[in-house]
DNA sequence: AGGCAAAATGAAATGCATTGCAATAGGTGT
DNA sequence: ACACCTATTGCAATGCATTTCATTTTGCCT
């Protein structure tokens, strides 16, 4: 037995924290708190456990670590690639935020578990849990329905999620002032004279809905028969937004100014109207959503309401971790404004 | 002792198999044996277990499973976020090859970890892989340079890289038939009778580099007195371009033909010229790549190179898996094809 | 020099599931 | 009824690091 330990220390990987020790000539215990940077140890004794773990290429391994530590030091980010065809997920605006949550994890030395396999259900996440496979889970992007999420607050999971902030959602949430940014659009509008205003978006989604209101109170403020029309895209890929806004536009009068739910969506509708012979910004207005790059350099160049990504990012996960530690975070809502462009 | 025991396995969450083995009438090795799925267990002695198990909202201990298995059952996806503001990561093509990456690893039940932190040099990735937190890596985005992926071969880690395929590298690499695309681009500028071509990117990546030549041999083939000028971008993003290409174009001859590395910096391209007065394809042919959903519907519609994306997925991680089994899997080079639209 | 606090270190228990090997039970062939 | 095979099941060892508690060592005060 000792016999074998000690061969294993001789090859380059596969030793362990008593081989460590060995070497050094320390306990295991010196060796653990040596490695993990506790200050219960003698800063000569450090320097030479150290030395001995590079030596041997010995890092500690970290499934051990978990198991012993009850934590797992990792969180589950849930993006829905299955939708990635039907574009909603292609958009930057998707990976920046992914970018952002990435960041303020490494900071916090978490790891990410990217949409683990098969986390489809209430009780698949739940076990995820239970499993110590994860300490908490973010959800990007509202594919997730609110049923399951009720269910996982029951489950007494901790999670949070980026998307709309209601009333008061029994889990907490972080999302953009959607409202907000319908009255920014609508503002704009009304600045043109605008009358004939189109919504293009799936209103069943509630952080569109909100965007759709937002629009419609200032058509009311302004109080001078302007028309709000919807253009419901089910489908949110390019494709999809182009197919729907090509049988709309052949079927109604035009509209002088369009909200689009994404720049994406807007560059759709750009590209229809073109071919129906109306140029934005000479028949209609337009504003789009989530600033991506190329809206700066589309032609026109466009109109559209900014969110705060990056920030939603260490938001997300700050609240995450406070739910985590048996605290219950409030929702939040971020700001949002309007980068006027050509269009 | 025992005492303890029973007081957990009435709670909740937090139950373990010994926990559930005597809630079933039956031994650990049993309960093991029955939640994965052995053939060595009566199947009524199954149903049993997995009743108990449901009942009692019990899941197996990750870690503690991965600590015997001796195997994490997960893969790193490198993915550099870092240069995410540089626009690179941005680019809808990058997700697009992460959902096949997901997608490919979600079929073989294999977890992903998202760019863990501090995975910056040849160590750190060792220390992942001997630490057990991960079986393999897979790099996407050659923004890993070329000699810390020499050192992990040394380090006999598990990798495999989304990049250039050039002659012999020491280790597996998947990436699309760089050299067929810049000759596809090439053809079609032959076709239009171009005289001026200009390559816009930077020549120090392979990928690109490998583009470039198959640019050039185009051109030397057709034998007809065609200049290729090269503007090197060095900042990937669209600003970065842009202003690049604004410096070039009032400081040089206006090109007939545009080749740009990637459909981001053909818009980019686009907004800088119109800006010169050129106008695509009027003034001059432009071809994109990657072939990301906004490039059809650009004013005008962009030419570009297509890449096999989703396939590279499934490739990238059936490389990876042989690779962790021990095998020397080689190279893979995709198919990459032009698509034809106005420019 | 005696005594006590502080610093450093070690022994042993612990967390949880998997697996090789042994053992038992139920069945079949002769 | 005996030998033997198969299907099930359990025992005990194993993988690895962390943590509590006890122990030793060192430093400082009087």
């Known amino acids: 037995m ?10 380059a990987m596969g030793c362990n924290m008593d081989d460590i020790a ?43 670590q ?6 797992s030091g990792t969180i589950a980010v849930i993006l829905d690639f299955g939708s990635h065809r039907g574009g909603r997920i292609g958009d930057p605006f998707m990976f920046e935020l992914l970018a952002g949550v990435s960041e303020a994890l490494s900071v916090r030395n978490q790891d990410i578990l990217l949409s683990p396999p098969g986390l489809v259900d209430a009780q698949s996440c739940a076990d995820l849990i239970a499993s110590r496979g994860a300490d908490g889970l973010i959800f990007l992007g509202q594919g997730s329905q609110e049923t399951m999420l009720t269910e996982l607050v029951r489950a007494d999971v901790p999670f949070v999620v980026w998307g709309a902030v209601s ?25 043109r004279e605008t009358r004939r205003w189109l919504f293009v978006g799936n209103i069943e989604h509630e952080e569109i809905l909100l965007r759709y209101e937002g629009l419609v109170a200032v058509a009311k403020e302004a109080n001078s028969g302007i028309e ?9 890929s390019y494709a999809g937004v182009c197919s729907v806004a090509a049988e709309w536009i052949s079927n109604n009068e035009a509209p002088d100014a369009v909200f689009a739910f994404s720049d994406t969506a807007a560059m759709a509708i750009i590209s229809v109207f073109r071919d129906a012979g109306l140029v934005a910004p000479r028949d209609y207005a337009l504003v789009g959503y989530n600033n991506i ?30 739910r985590i530690d048996g605290a219950n975070p409030k929702s939040a809502m971020l700001q949002t404004r309007i980068i006027i462009r050509e269009s």
Chains 1, 2 share one sequence.
């Open 167 to 191: 009333r008061n959602n029994a889990y907490c949430a972080v999302g953009s002032d959607n409202a907000l940014g319908g009255r920014l659009a609508g503002k704009h509008f009304v600045g």
């Open 66 to 71: 978990k198991l012993r530590q009850a934590r």
């Open 228 to 236: 709000v029309n919807t253009l419901r895209a089910v489908d949110m």
């Open 22 to 64: 060995r070497l050094a000539k320390v306990s295991k215990p010196t060796v653990s708190r040596a490695l993990s940077g506790s200050h219960l140890v003698n800063e000569a004794t450090r320097a030479r456990v150290l030395e001995v773990a590079r030596a041997q290429g010995y890092a500690v391994n970290r499934n051990a």
């Open 2 to 11: 000792k016999q074998r330990s000690k061969q294993r220390g001789s090859l």
């Open 293 to 322: 790059p190329p809206a700066a350099h589309f032609t026109p160049a466009i109109t559209t309401i900014e969110q705060e990504t990056h920030l939603a990012g260490s938001i997300l996960v700050e609240k995450l971790m406070q």
